[in-house]
Every structure is written in C-alpha cells, then in structure tokens.
C-alpha cells in the first residue's frame, strides 16, 4: 500500500471515529430530557429547577466556545478533544450517581464546556488532518452525525429507561462512550498536523 493509500485509509478510519464521537455528542447533551420525568419524581424537583438543569448545558456551552476556539488554537487539536470526550462522558456516567438538584447541574455545567470543544475541534481537524478532496465529505458526514445522535439517544435512552432506570441509563451511556477513546487515541498521533506525525516526516 503506498504511503498516499495509508494517508486515505487513516483519513477515513478517523472520520468514522468522528462522526460516532458526534453522535455521542449529541446523545449526551439530550439524554436529561429523557430522564426528566424519572428524576422529579425521585429526587423530588420542580418544573423551576427542571428548567434550570436543562439550560445549564446551553448556558455553560454557548459562553465556552470563545475559550474552546483559542484553546484549539494553541495546543493540539487531536489530544484536546480526547481530553474533552472522556470529560464529558465522565460527566454523564457521573450524573447517574447525583443526590439531588446541585449535583446533577454541576454535571451539566461541565458537560456544556466539554462539549464546546467539539464542533471548533471538528473544523480545525478537517483542515489539517484530511485532503482537501474530502472535506466536503467530512463537513456533511458530521452534521450527519448531529442529526443521528439525538435520534438514537433518545430511542437508546428511553430503552434504557424501561431495562434500568434513569442512573443506569447515565452510567451505560457514560461509560460505553469511554470506549470510543481506544480506537481514537491510537490514530491521534497519526493524522497530518499533529506533533508525532510532524517529527516522523522530517525523519
């Protein structure tokens, strides 16, 4: 295989990891809706602290991009948005074991800013890590996945719902996303623009 297949096979086998990590994006982000009914009726909220839990994504997440942006700028884009996947699956496995109101909006305030570095991650890596052939194709394959995520969120979730209860629905969801972070973190390294691939083609 010549080096320019390698260089296209890696592309691909990235954007596939991208478009998942996208529709788990968007399944975490939506999953509180899912268990609204489930935690009033547990941890006895009202519908005013209901609204507030479901804002504290949207707030935190709308203020964070500025900072995500200028982040994505300076350290690596490819390791930063591991760093911000496994913080904001932490923080959805997490939410399965809150204890009441704070808790759980503490959780969504960190999901929203972990969740910021997503879609600025996603531009600045179809720049510097795909040809320009395909980045019309990884543009519509990831809006793809925003549309698919929230989907099959909420058709996972409502199952889970029914199998479980809401915690286990947090926790299953949480920690299976944890495995994306494998496969990811053994191609990171490996795509154009990052710092190992720059040192490996001066070689």
């Not at 932490?90 to 759980?104: D, E, K, P, Q, V």
């Not at 910021?116 to 600045?124: E, G, L, V």
């Not at 179809?126 to 052939?133: A, D, G, M, Q």
């Not at 549309?147 to 979730?157: H, Q, T, W």
Request: hydrophobic share 50%; aromatic share 12%; net charge positive.
């Amino acid at each position: 295989m010549s080096a320019e297949q390698q260089s296209r096979k890696l592309a691909w086998i990235a954007l596939w990891l991208l478009v998942i990590s996208v529709c788990i994006n968007y399944a975490d982000r939506g999953n509180l809706g899912v268990a609204l009914k489930s935690l009033e009726t547990e941890l006895h909220l009202n519908p005013n602290q209901l609204g507030q839990l479901g804002a504290a994504f949207s707030i935190t997440y709308a203020f964070s991009l500025v900072a995500a942006g200028k982040l994505i700028d300076r350290f690596n884009v490819n390791w930063l948005f591991a760093i911000a996947f496994l913080l904001w699956s932490a923080a959805t496995g997490a939410t399965g074991f809150a204890t009441g109101f704070w808790s759980i909006a503490i959780l969504r305030l960190l999901l929203g800013v972990s969740e910021s570095i997503a879609y600025p991650a996603y531009s600045k890596m179809i720049v510097t890590s795909f040809p320009e052939k395909l980045r019309g194709t990884a543009n519509g394959l990831i809006d793809a996945g925003s549309k698919l995520g929230p989907a099959i969120g909420i058709y996972l979730g409502v199952k889970m719902l029914g199998w479980f209860n809401w915690r286990g629905m947090f926790i299953i969801m949480g920690g299976a996303s944890l495995l994306w972070l494998i496969p990811w973190c053994s191609v990171a390294g490996k795509l154009p623009g990052s710092a190992v691939h720059r040192a490996a083609s001066k070689q």
